[in-house]
Nanobody, 116 residues
Framework: QVQLVESGGGLVQPGGSLRLSCAAS????????MAWYRQAPGKQRELVAT???????NYQDSVKGRFTIYRDNAKNMASLQMTTLKPEDTAVYYC??????????WGQGTQVTVSS
């Protein structure tokens, strides 16, 4: 049974930082591309960052230079370090593990709220 469990969300002031974590089980973690998505109220889910099995990263333009995605294959974990947070970063953040179209798994999401 595949499980992705996110943690680390919360309320933070503008300019602050948060680190989200995603613990994976039930998959050969090192073979999957890991990604973080987010969905703000009334908006579609959008891709934030990805890291391939080989460690190549990619970011949405709005978070470049502020967010960093990591993976630890030994611990089956992916993380998203978020700095200089803005109110527009407020959303539910989801972890995704992708290998093939039929091998795409999601976590339950963690709320990030950026507000003073």
């Amino acid at each position: 049974q595949v499980q992705l469990v996110e943690s680390g969300g919360g309320l933070v002031q503008p300019g602050g930082s948060l680190r989200l974590s995603c613990a994976a089980s039930g998959i050969i973690f090192s073979t999957y591309t890991m990604a973080w998505y987010r969905q703000a109220p009334g908006k579609q889910r959008e891709l934030v960052a990805t890291i391939t099995s080989g460690g190549t990263t990619n970011y949405q333009d709005s978070v470049k230079g502020r967010f960093t995605i990591y993976r630890d294959n030994a611990k089956n974990m992916a993380s998203l370090q978020m700095t200089t947070l803005k109110p527009e970063d407020t959303a539910v953040y989801y972890c995704n593990a992708f290998r093939r179209t039929w091998e795409s798994y999601w976590g339950q999401g963690t709320q990030v709220t950026v507000s003073s």
